[in-house]
Nanobody, 113 residues
Framework: QVQLVESGGGSVQAGGSLRLSCAAS????????MGWYRQAPGKQRELVAS???????HYLGSVKGRFTISRDNAQNTLYLQMNSLKPEDTAVYYC???????WGQGTQVIVSS
């Protein structure tokens, strides 16, 4: 059974930083593409960043240069380092095994101005 557990969300002021983690189990972590998504109130869920075993594949345009996706295959953990946070980054952040129905429960990020 695939389980994805996100952590690291919270409330920060604009310009601050957060590091999200996604602990995965039940999946061959090193062989799958993993992604971070987010969903703001009243908006559709969007792909923020994705990474294969070889490194980052994709970043949403609005987070390029501010967010960094990384993974520790030995620990089956996916990370999202978020710097220079903006109020528009406020959302629930989810990790996902790319192309599958396996999602985490989400972690809330609130950025105040």
């Amino acid at each position: 059974q695939v389980q994805l557990v996100e952590s690291g969300g919270g409330s920060v002021q604009a310009g601050g930083s957060l590091r999200l983690s996604c602990a995965a189990s039940g999946v061959s972590f090193g062989s799958v593409v993993m992604g971070w998504y987010r969903q703001a109130p009243g908006k559709q869920r969007e792909l923020v960043a994705s990474a294969s075993d070889y490194g980052p594949i994709h970043y949403l345009g609005s987070v390029k240069g501010r967010f960094t996706i990384s993974r520790d295959n030995a620990q089956n953990t996916l990370y999202l380092q978020m710097n220079s946070l903006k109020p528009e980054d406020t959302a629930v952040y989810y990790c996902r095994v790319h192309g599958t129905p396996y999602w985490g429960q989400g972690t809330q990020v609130i950025v105040s101005s």
